[in-house]
């Protein structure tokens, strides 16, 4: 089975400052990794996946995530925040067995300015 | 591509009525989901089809809750008669068909369903 744990309920950052939404993962065999993100009244729209290979990966709108697997964490970062990019982050892992993401609640991120 | 395409995006419905929630997929996606979000359960996956067959229905709620896919260009979810706990916002996201990797999944805008 695959899950995700992402722990923090809000996340709250100064706009301009670094922005990391936490993600830890328990999977079994290779893991599948995807982050989503929902905007305020919005669909969800993909950011990144891992699948295999390098342990950074680089999504949309300037967010990228670090796959550590000692840690077995998928941690979203970014730079430096924007007031746009206050939405819902969505860690969610892939069950190739299903072909299923399965989502959860999300973790909340207001960017103040 | 337009990208997936659903209607209507707002519904506002008396309890025992008939709502119907229509989704157009991404041309070419083989795999078709319905979700839907509310606060206290997040974001759950109701039924999926692959190729227009549906593959697993586990997450529909009830008998009230039915899906179709006449065509690989259309499907509905059916709600009769509605109640107001299936207030919410359903989504439908769709796929390619995962081959050595998964695909991501290409979400609509989501229709606000609110049932009075």
């Known amino acids: 089975a695959q899950s995700v744990a992402q722990p923090e309920d809000q996340v709250n950052v100064a706009e301009g400052n670094p922005l990391t939404v936490k993600c830890t993962y328990s999977?079994?065999?290779?893991?599948?990794l995807f982050w989503y993100v929902q905007y305020p009244n919005r669909g969800l729209q993909f950011l990144l996946k891992y699948i295999t290979g390098d342990n950074l990966v680089k999504g949309s709108y300037g967010f990228e995530a670090e796959f550590n697997k000692s840690q077995t964490s998928f941690h979203l970062k970014k730079p430096s925040a924007l007031v746009s990019d206050s939405a819902l982050y969505f860690c969610v892992p892939f069950n190739y067995g299903n072909n299923r993401l399965a989502f959860g609640k999300g973790n909340q991120v207001v960017v103040i300015p | 591509d337009a990208g997936v395409i659903q209607s209507p995006r707002h519904e506002v419905t008396e309890m025992g009525q008939e709502v119907t929630l229509r989704c157009k997929p991404i041309s070419g996606h083989d795999y078709l989901f319905w979700y839907r979000q509310t606060m206290m359960r997040g974001l759950e996956l109701l039924i999926y089809?692959?190729?227009?067959?549906?593959?697993?229905d586990s997450g529909m709620p009830e008998d009230r809750f039915s899906a179709k896919m006449p065509n690989a260009s259309f499907s509905t979810l059916k709600i009769q008669p509605s109640e107001p706990r299936d207030s919410a916002v359903y989504f439908c996201?769709?796929?390619?068909?995962?081959?050595?990797?998964?695909?991501?999944?290409?979400f609509g805008p989501g229709t606000r369903l609110t049932v009075t």
């Open positions: 089809f692959n190729n227009n067959v549906p593959i697993d």
């Open positions: 999977v079994s065999g290779n893991p599948y």
């Open positions: 996201a769709s796929s390619l068909e995962p081959g050595p990797v998964p695909y991501e999944q290409y």
